[in-house]
């Protein structure tokens, strides 16, 4: 509880430390803005907060669907697979140090079981997103010849702007039981 709590209130900085270790390739990309991008930052740190707490069974499925959304975007993005993968590292790297100084203070298997947890969570999500990075790779191969058509950037936001909206939905009515 203690971990999902510092997550929670640190969020703004743990984005903030998150883009900034991202900047090169959130600067580099036009497609996707910047503020779509820091969108699903804010997600994915809300459930990662969410998956230390009471409901983290109830967070994995969601978690899921939000990986492979920001392995889609990637893809969106021009990023490589690879880029995705790391971007991800970064997340599992603030939240280790963000949550140190907590877990340190708790008994050592409750503090194992947490920083397990998370990495089991960072596993799984970078798993996810190079399987939607792939899928989104895979379907504009197959729709599009390999070009990207600028006409369909404003489609493709708005889908962006559909899956996130569903998923914070799902976050919010499962922080609101809580």
Known sequence: MAAGRVIAESRDALITDWSRRVEDKLAA?????????????????????QSVGPFRREVMPIWIRACEQYGRVGSMRGLAAGEVVEELQHLRDILTLRLAPIVT??????????????????????????????????????????????????????????????????????????
């Open 29 to 49: 990309t036009g497609m996707i803005p910047r503020p779509f991008v820091e969108r699903e930052f804010r997600l994915l740190v809300d459930l990662s907060g």
């Open 105 to 178: 203070t708790l008994r050592p298997r409750q503090a194992l079981a947490i920083m397990l947890r998370l990495n089991r969570l960072v596993d799984r999500g970078i798993a996810t997103a190079v399987v939607g990075y792939t899928d989104a790779l895979v379907a504009t191969l197959f729709a599009r010849n390999g070009v990207p058509v600028a006409d369909d950037a404003e489609h493709d936001l708005e889908e962006i702007d559909r899956h996130l909206t569903h998923l914070e939905g799902e976050l919010a009515s499962l922080s609101h039981r809580s």
